[in-house]
């Protein structure tokens, strides 16, 4: 068995971590932290987990999470940066759910997140968590970074394009929708049912810190520069990532089904559906399937694809796990085949 630490374990994507690791046959949860609610039952604070995790909840330092083999950090940007160095050089496998590794770069890590990073001499070699594209990588990884949910559907969705040269490579568009629990678990006024509910806005249109993420991203696998505007909506729901995604063809003979469905063949999280569907967020709540489709409308020159994910599974936690699988060097479904809940 494999002794897992969470620090952060109070939040939604904490707690999704939590429901999916108690399950896992090769895991066992050896550490729970956070700041309020130290030596409370775990389960106490999440009655759903009462008879799957038994832990209490720990103090949110480097001591508690010595007993560990891997350690998930489900906090908020800027927390597994001043605690990971220690913990890897205790050998200590690291995987953060938060931003603090995701850039390469440490001064665009500083002016999208507001402050110094705090350990920029690892942002070398922090492996990118997106399996359909760094798999190998992470199997060697001792430090991984999990992609952002948003950022997770719009690359999943552009790539197959991108990397066939079958889209002009500015010119993208992303219009993505999230339910409200990719906002995290915190009282704030904009979250509350009263604002979100029978509403329906666009948030960061000029700037959010998930854009240079993506175009990293996109770029790392073409090869040169990406036009990308990213714009974020909050749907009154509480799971689900919905991307649309607009690029102009530069191949009008391409056959778009075809590069999506020979692109993700032998990916178990990604669902190419037949030609002229429309993904349903509610088809993948609970699992860690991205389901996509490809338009061509009037058959112009304009590409549309959809893609939708759960925000807390292949967008956080079970990504994480997938990543934690394969570097482990396990099965990568393992822990991960349920299926999504309907309706």
């Not at 068995?1 to 090769?26: C, F, K, S, W």
């Not at 199997?139 to 950022?151: D, K, V």
């Not at 999506?260 to 190419?272: C, I, L, N, S």
């Amino acid at each position: 068995m494999v002794d897992v630490g969470i620090v952060g374990g109070t939040g939604y994507t904490g707690v999704e971590l939590l429901r999916l690791l108690a399950l896992h046959p090769q895991i066992r949860i050896t550490a729970v932290t956070s700041r309020a609610d130290v030596g409370r039952p775990v389960a106490e604070a999440y009655p759903n987990l009462r008879g799957a995790v038994e832990a209490h909840f720990v103090p949110a330092e480097v001591a508690s999470l010595m007993d560990c083999d891997v350690v998930f950090f489900a906090t908020p940007n800027g927390t597994a940066m001043r605690m990971a160095p220690e913990l890897l050089a205790r050998g200590i496998r690291v995987i953060d759910l938060a931003a603090d590794f995701r850039l390469t770069d440490p001064d665009t890590w500083a002016e999208w997140y507001g402050e110094p990073h705090a350990c920029p001499q690892l942002l070398p070699e922090a492996v990118y968590g997106l399996p359909e594209v760094n798999r190998e990588f992470i199997r060697a990884a001792r430090l991984i970074a999990c992609p952002g949910c948003y950022p997770t559907a719009v690359q999943l969705g552009f790539l197959p394009l991108l990397e066939a040269g079958l889209i002009r490579f500015d010119g993208l568009i992303a219009d993505v929708k999230s339910g409200v629990s990719g906002a995290g678990r915190k009282a704030e006024l904009p979250l509350l049912m009263s604002e979100t509910g029978e509403s329906f806005k666009a948030y960061s249109a000029a700037r959010h810190r998930h854009w240079p993420e993506i175009v990293q991203g996109l770029e790392r696998r073409v090869g040169a520069p990406v036009g990308l505007t990213f714009v974020p909506h909050l749907l009154p729901m509480i799971r689900g990532i919905h991307a649309t995604l607009y690029a102009q063809l530069a191949d009008p003979a391409a056959d778009l089904q075809q590069a999506f469905e020979t692109r993700y063949a032998d990916e178990p999280f990604v669902d190419v559906l037949p030609a002229g569907s429309h993904p349903d967020t509610r088809n993948v709540k609970g699992s860690n399937r991205c389901q996509i489709a490809v338009h061509r409308p009037q058959g112009g020159s304009t590409v549309v694809v959809l893609a939708v994910i759960d925000n807390l599974v292949k967008g956080a936690a079970g990504q994480a796990v997938q990543c934690m699988n394969l570097a482990l060097g396990w099965d990568e479904d393992l822990g991960l085949r349920g299926i999504g809940l309907y309706p």
